[in-house]
């Protein structure tokens, strides 16, 4: 990731969270408020709850596991012939009003979106890949708030130091089923796709 120019880091206020990451917003936003800043502030970027929050940036390790996750979902995408879509890391998931997320992946389903757009209406998995600054929030914050996004039906949580990837997946009614996967396979239904978790964590 490129470094952030100075002229954008000094209209920044830094607050420290206890997972190490920074607030950005000299006030507090709504999520279009959001995206339209956005589009002017190279980096990547979260908002919680109105507040902007800058991305820490990751390791070879961590950039390596995320890509094979995005190489992985593709393949089981095509292995199915699905009518869905694979977006790297950058895209936005809006949660609600002053909450809006950007997983290290994602699978849409349906028309392609539109070139410009930055934001994915309708998930159905969603993945983040641990980092040291991410891990409090990737297990609690995140997930409550991308199952409260009616299309998701699956996030996965994905170890980038060893084969173990937690999956919770949509139950009935307000249940979320959670399982940890070392080996074997992942079955995402909806959208009917099986992930190889060698093909995660290829030497």
Not at 15 to 37: C, G, P
Not at 110 to 136: F, I, K, Y
Request: proline residues 8%; neutral net charge; hydrophobic residues 40%.
């Amino acid at each position: 990731m490129r470094p952030k120019p100075a002229a954008s880091l000094s209209i920044l206020r830094p607050i420290r969270y206890d997972f190490d990451m920074t607030a950005a917003a000299k006030s507090r936003m709504n999520v279009d408020q959001y995206l339209a800043w956005a589009q002017s502030h190279p980096g990547r970027y979260e908002l919680s709850e109105g507040e902007v929050i800058v991305m820490s940036p990751e390791s070879a390790g961590q950039a390596a596991v995320k890509f094979a996750v995005q190489r992985a979902l593709l393949t089981g995408l095509e292995a199915r012939r699905l009518p869905c879509h694979v977006l790297a890391d950058g895209m936005t998931i809006r949660v609600d009003e002053t909450t809006a997320y950007e997983p290290d992946a994602l699978v849409y389903c349906g028309a392609r979106l539109a070139p410009s757009s930055m934001e994915v209406p309708n998930p159905v998995v969603v993945v983040e890949v641990l980092s040291p600054s991410t891990r409090h929030i990737d297990a609690s914050a995140k997930l409550a708030g991308y199952f409260r996004v009616r299309s998701v039906a699956h996030y996965l949580i994905v170890d980038p130091t060893k084969p173990l990837v937690v999956h919770h997946a949509r139950g009935s009614g307000e249940t979320i089923l959670t399982r940890v996967v070392t080996q074997g396979t992942i079955q995402l239904d909806p959208p009917g796709m099986t992930v190889t978790i060698a093909d995660i964590y290829a030497p």
